[in-house]
């Protein structure tokens, strides 16, 4: 199985501070990774697909970059919606695995 | 628009079994996959399983393998997952998401989630 993992588990972080939130695949997964946003008691949204490109409706203050086996999840100017849980997701194979998880907390 | 309905919350005792359903609209279904994904409370996100609403293929995590089956019904564009032998620690709010059939992208949409409590 792949493993993926993310850190840092959590992160304070006050509005407009620059974030950023990285996971590692413990094997080439090329861009086959997705980053998500959950807020309590919601479903996961997805922020980015292949690694880098932006869902649709998503603000562009989310980044990502990364393939192979480094991934960023960037946050350029947090808003105060933007605290939440993220996770990424790599797709390459099965089973599929999610990173445990990044808790954005406000400062 | 793409849309996943999820059935209710359910109370179980363990040993017993449970099906949560995902009707899907705001699409063609048979274009894509559905992929389970599970969360015990507090805790992160689990995958569970995916299955091919095109032809039915399925993958299962080796966690709850022989104990979980996925199921389409491409009549009414609805996903099911039953799940057998119920432990305690299968207490979760359990997903559904659109996923793809080529494994190319990322699930995008999910279901609200259906909370299952399993409980003597």
């Known amino acids: 199985d792949i493993q993926m993992t993310q850190s840092p588990s959590s992160l304070s972080a006050s509005v407009g501070d620059r974030v950023t939130i990285t996971c590692r695949a413990s094997?080439?997964?090329?861009?086959?990774l997705g980053w998500y946003q959950q807020k309590p008691g919601k479903a996961p949204k997805r922020l980015i697909y292949?690694?880098?490109t932006l869902q649709s409706g998503v603000p562009s203050r989310f980044s990502g970059s990364g393939s192979g086996t480094e991934f960023t999840l960037t946050i350029s100017s947090l808003q105060p919606e933007d605290f939440a849980t993220y996770y990424c997701?790599?797709?390459?194979?099965?089973?599929?695995?999610f990173g445990q998880g990044t808790k954005l907390e406000i400062k | 628009q793409v849309q996943l309905v999820q059935s209710g919350a359910e109370v179980k005792k363990p040993g017993a079994s449970v099906k949560v359903s995902c009707k899907a609209s705001?699409?063609?279904?048979?274009?894509?996959?559905i992929s389970w994904v599970r969360q015990a409370p507090g805790q992160g996100l689990e995958w569970m399983g995916w299955?091919?609403?095109?032809?039915?293929?399925?993958k299962y995590a080796q966690k709850v393998q022989g104990r979980v089956t996925l199921t389409t019904d491409t009549s009414t564009s609805t996903a099911y997952m039953e799940l057998r032998s119920l432990r305690s620690d299968d207490t979760a709010v359990y997903f559904c998401?659109?996923?793809?059939?080529?494994?190319?992208?990322?699930?995008?949409?999910w279901g609200q989630g259906t909370l299952v409590t399993v409980s003597s």
């Open positions: 299955i091919s609403a095109y032809n039915g293929n399925t």
């Open positions: 094997q080439d997964i090329r861009n086959d």
């Open positions: 997701l790599q797709h390459n194979s099965y089973p599929r695995t």
């Open positions: 292949a690694a880098s």
């Open positions: 705001g699409y063609t279904f048979t274009n894509y996959a």
């Open positions: 998401a659109r996923a793809s059939v080529y494994s190319t992208s990322s699930p995008d949409y």
